[in-house]
């Protein structure tokens, strides 16, 4: 299958990029920074894509976005945020729609985000957005898709979680305060966290694309979401160290600013429930078990 990507040299972009490879699949990459013959230069911020270099591709996944947990969100950090994922998005999604032969299926990243913080309240595909920051850029990115789904292109905006792996993302952060036996709660500890395996997240993305019925919001994240608490105490399992010393909210807040409130401390109770329905089987079913393998 050939499959046109952006983002392909980021945390998550790497792994698919291999694993995809891995199955026979040919990748070509959406990058401001062409390196091979096949790439497409592309500049969302200038409105800028060599579409003539586009391969006649049968999925598109678009990964491409400024890195949110890099740095304290201060107002051009936030604008970067949400242009690049606003913009992109309808950069690509423009495209698409006047391609010669059209992809049959667009998988664009979003995430939990979009639902805010709503405490204990379990939350599927069907619930509705919530407030802030996050939430907003959510929405707005996702209807940035519009004009490939009026082309009639089957897109999935894929919700992402808390992507868990020992080479990046949050984990890898995490995984050096509690070697160091300084890892504990985060803030009150109560508010959930939602979850992936790195493993759960390649396959879901594979599964977005195969799968017919899919379109729309799809929760990748796993059916065990868990408080801050669970996570911390499964973590310093997992690594046999200690997680004894609790990081106050009034810290985060005075490090991170409004990043801490809507990603740490914020609460997401959320359920992959249109991943059930379609029959997609989960590799790493529990926390525990996923932190073995990781670790």
Request: charged content about 20%; overall charge neutral; aromatic content about 6%.
């Amino acid at each position: 299958m050939q499959v046109l990507m952006t983002g392909a040299t980021g945390f998550l972009g790497s792994h698919l990029v291999s694993f995809l490879s891995e199955r026979g699949d040919t990748i070509q990459r959406v990058t401001r920074s062409p390196s091979q013959a096949e790439d497409v230069a592309w500049n969302p911020a200038r409105g800028e894509i060599n579409a003539a270099a586009i391969h006649s591709p049968e999925a598109v996944v678009h990964l491409a976005g400024e890195n949110i947990a890099d740095g304290r969100w201060t107002n051009a950090k936030k604008q970067r945020i949400r242009e690049s994922r606003i913009k992109g998005t309808e950069l690509l999604s423009g495209t698409l729609a006047r391609l010669p032969h059209r992809p049959r299926v667009f998988v664009s990243a979003s995430a939990v985000g979009y639902y805010g913080d709503r405490g204990d309240e379990v939350l599927t595909e069907e619930s509705g957005g919530g407030e802030g920051f996050l939430a907003d850029v959510c929405r707005q990115w996702e209807t940035a898709t519009q004009t490939a789904i009026q082309a009639g292109i089957r897109t999935v905006h894929l919700r992402n979680g808390l992507v868990l792996a020992a080479d990046g993302g949050a984990l890898s952060k995490l995984l050096l305060a509690f070697r160091l036996g300084l890892g504990g709660p985060v803030g009150s500890g109560q508010q959930y966290w939602s979850w992936i395996s790195i493993t759960d997240w390649l396959h879901i993305v594979r599964h977005c694309v195969a799968t017919e019925l899919l379109s729309g919001p799809v929760n990748a994240t796993a059916s065990h979401p868990v408080r801050n608490t669970e996570f911390t105490q499964a973590l310093g399992r997992a690594l046999k160290r200690p997680t004894l010393i609790p990081v106050p909210e009034f810290a985060l807040r005075f490090v991170l600013g409004e990043m801490a409130d809507e990603m740490l401390l914020a609460s997401a109770r959320v359920m992959p429930a249109r991943l059930q329905v379609s029959g997609y089987e989960f590799t790493h079913a529990t926390l525990e078990e996923t932190l073995r393998d990781l670790r």
